[in-house]
Nanobody, 127 residues
């Protein structure tokens, strides 16, 4: 069982930056592939980024590539999402998720393979 707690959300002007954190409980954090998703009002939850167990492999959605960066610190049981050049369309609740089994990159962009989810943190970008 893994519990995930996101933090770092807030209100920021367009062009600004935020860093989200997701702290995981338990001693097996390094065995999970981690992902970030977001959900805007009235829209489906969408993939943002994923990172491999060691942190050596990352994958970002085209909509955030070059602006957002996912990283992890296994010693701190934490995954991060650095968000730069924020846009109003980035406004959403951001969720981190943990996947316990090996999956291809394509599969990791979907909700299905993730076993655990956090409660989410609100990010609002004003124009």
């Amino acid at each position: 069982q893994v519990q995930l707690v996101e933090s770092g959300g807030g209100l920021v002007q367009a062009g600004g930056s935020l860093r989200l954190s997701c702290a995981a409980s338990g001693r097996t954090f390094s065995t999970y592939t981690m992902g970030w998703f977001r959900q805007a009002p009235g829209k489906e939850r969408e993939f943002v980024a994923a990172i491999s167990r060691s942190g050596s492999g990352t994958y970002h959605a085209d909509s955030v590539k070059g602006r957002f960066t996912i990283t992890r610190d296994n010693a701190k049981n934490t995954v991060y999402l650095q968000m730069n050049s924020l846009r109003p369309e980035d406004t959403a609740v951001y969720y981190c998720a943990a996947c316990s089994t090996f999956r291809t990159t394509v599969v990791l962009t979907t909700i299905a393979p993730y076993d655990y989810w956090g409660q989410g943190t609100q990010v609002t970008v004003s124009s």
